[in-house]
């Protein structure tokens, strides 16, 4: 594998220096000209900058530039010894920034990562908790640490954080996982939701189905609105009858553990309209509360009430407790990576917008009409 990016600007500059190119006092490129120079983001030049500073070549003065020290003398153990002696190679740092892991999403995609990685990078990970303050210094840490470039997946917030808007358009090397900026170009990796959508009420229809209640929560993300315009898209091509009194909102944040409040809310619009036959949940906990919900009136999942969701933890044996879309967070994962070599190695070249389809799990929460 190639050696990173930094250490060829680190040799390149220090060779220079060595060479007499540069003498002691003399200003060096900034770390935007090198980052023009070599194709690579300001991180990445900044990082060889600060090794040859550690190593007493050059004096970085804060808003004046960087210069060649009077002293140059080498280190007995240079930075690029210490580069190349971690674990004996050139391998790229990674740096994975997950909100949460739990049981219907998060846990396979990061080992999918892991493994990826395997042989490739060297990966270190954090976990913001869904906090996007916590969010902010994970960021801060692993690209002053420095790493080679970042996989994040975004908390669950209706901004993104200002640190991943700045590294976008300072062409850091940064794959987002299932969320998408929607004001500038990016390389991000996710569920074709659109797809799944209509995977999930294509299915629904089949079953015959047509009264449908859509359970949404507060809609604070990209992958909630993309859902939700893709039911009306579905609709709009197929005639799918859209009756969005049966819609029931705003059930919590997508981060929020569902309440009882939510359960109640579920339940008396099922009492309010005993029509409905299947409910479609964007999220695996609002199926887990319908479910409940039904219980409370009287009504059987699976029997007079149809139930499909996003994500549902799979059973070690027989079929899963709800009919679900399956994300595919295997292939999330080792996308995910493949961009972000990619990027560190070409850091040059048009944003990436991957999607993977997701796969209809068929549970035991549907009945046919």
Known sequence: MDEPLYLKIYQSLKQDIENGVYKPGDQVPTEGGLADLFHVSKITSKRALNMLAEEGLLSRQKGRGTFVSHKTSTPAVSNFAKASSFSGDFLPRIGLIYPEMNGHFGLETVTAIADACHGKAHLFFALSH?????????????????????????GTSQFLNPRLLQMVIDKYPLVLIDQNIQIIQQTSVGTDNALAVSQGLS?????????????????DNSVLQERCDAVFQYSAITGFPLK??????????????????????????????????????????????????????????????????????????????????????????????????????????????????????????????
């Open 130 to 154: 869904d906090d996007q303050k916590r969010e902010e210094e994970a960021i801060l840490s692993m690209s002053s640490a420095p790493v080679d470039g970042l996989i994040v997946f975004p």
């Open 203 to 219: 299915y629904i229809s089949s079953q015959g189905h047509k009264n449908v209640g859509i359970l949404l929560p507060t809609i």
């Open 244 to 369: 969005q009194e049966l819609w029931l909102k705003d059930l919590g944040h997508s981060s929020e553990i569902v309440s009882e409040e939510s359960i109640d809310r579920i339940a008396l619009h099922l009492t309010k309209h005993p029509e409905i036959t299947a409910l479609f949940a964007f999220q695996y906990p609002l199926a887990v509360a319908a479910d409940q919900a039904a219980r409370r009136i009287g009504r059987t999942t699976g029997k007079d009430l149809s139930i499909l969701c996003f994500d549902s933890p799979l059973p070690l044996f027989g079929r899963p407790q709800f009919t679900h879309l399956h994300q595919d967070e295997a292939a999330i994962g080792e996308k995910a990576v493949e961009l972000l070599l990619e990027l560190i190695s070409h850091p040059v070249q048009a944003p990436q917008n991957v999607k993977i389809p997701a796969k209809l799990v068929e549970g035991e929460s549907f009945f046919t009409l």
